[in-house]
T-cell receptor
Framework: EAGVAQSPRYKIIEKRQSVAFWCNPI?????LYWYQQILGQGPKLLIQ????????DSQLPKDRFSAERLKGVDSTLKIQPAKLEDSAVYLC?????????????FGPGTRLLVL | SQKIEQNSEALNIQEGKTATLTCNYT??????LQWYRQDPGRGPVFLLL?????KEKRKERLKVTFDTTLKQSLFHITASQPADSATYLC???????????FGKGTTLSVSS
């Protein structure tokens, strides 16, 4: 079974520029998450999708971050304009529930550096 | 306020010993508690899940306990090996199918 794919793996941009990340979840997984992991911290949820609908985006800074999952499969996360504090690893995870219990499978992440 | 705390940022032990990592939480009522392993430059990898009504779960050399009265989970690695060196993350799931709430992690180093 193929894992969660993310691209690019690394990105360096200047502040106020825009950037987009792509995620391809495990086939058949209805739930997709984007997390932000700042160095030395645990991952923090940005947005959760169930198929192509948003379940939870309460922690997404909507003035600069946006995300979509148009066909309920791949997803993109965009930052526009980027700030220095957006430097972090952006992790995508997918999941399917088995009897109410859910295991999340994470991709390798995209490491973003904002200069 | 709601907090998840993992007892130490770093833990150094010798090969063959048992590593014990602690996760404490306040002002959460998790239905599930999960432990993940993260290697440098990689995403977290699921290790074990324990439900609120379970006291203990085992998988090979790994053991997790969950005490909802103390609001604490302990994660044990027995007969530790250098290959166990990694960051271990504790994560709460308040309801099935909701996002995980992670602690900062504990970096374990096992020396030979």
């Amino acid at each position: 079974e193929a894992g969660v794919a993310q691209s690019p793996r690394y990105k360096i941009i200047e502040k106020r520029q825009s950037v987009a990340f792509w995620c391809n979840p495990i086939s058949g997984h209805a739930t997709l998450y984007w997390y932000q992991q700042i160095l030395g911290q645990g991952p923090k949820l940005l947005i959760q999708f169930q198929n192509n609908g948003v379940v939870d985006d309460s922690q997404l800074p909507k003035d600069r971050f946006s995300a979509e999952r148009l066909k309920g499969v791949d997803s993109t996360l965009k930052i526009q304009p980027a700030k220095l504090e957006d430097s972090a690893v952006y992790l995508c995870a997918s999941a399917h529930s088995t009897g109410g219990q859910e295991t999340q499978y994470f991709g390798p992440g995209t490491r973003l550096l904002v200069l | 306020s709601q907090k998840i705390e993992q007892n130490s940022e770093a833990l150094n032990i010798q090969e063959g010993k048992t590593a014990t990592l602690t996760c404490n939480y306040t002002n959460y009522s998790p239905a599930y508690l999960q432990w993940y392993r993260q290697d440098p430059g990689r995403g977290p990898v699921f290790l074990l899940l324990i439900r609120e009504n379970e006291k203990e779960k085992r998988k090979e050399r790994l053991k997790v306990t969950f005490d909802t009265t103390l609001k604490q989970s302990l994660f044990h690695i027995t007969a530790s090996q250098p290959a166990d060196s990694a960051t271990y993350l504790c994560a709460l799931e308040e309801q099935a199918g909701t996002a995980l709430i992670f602690g900062k992690g504990t970096t374990l180093s096992v020396s030979s």
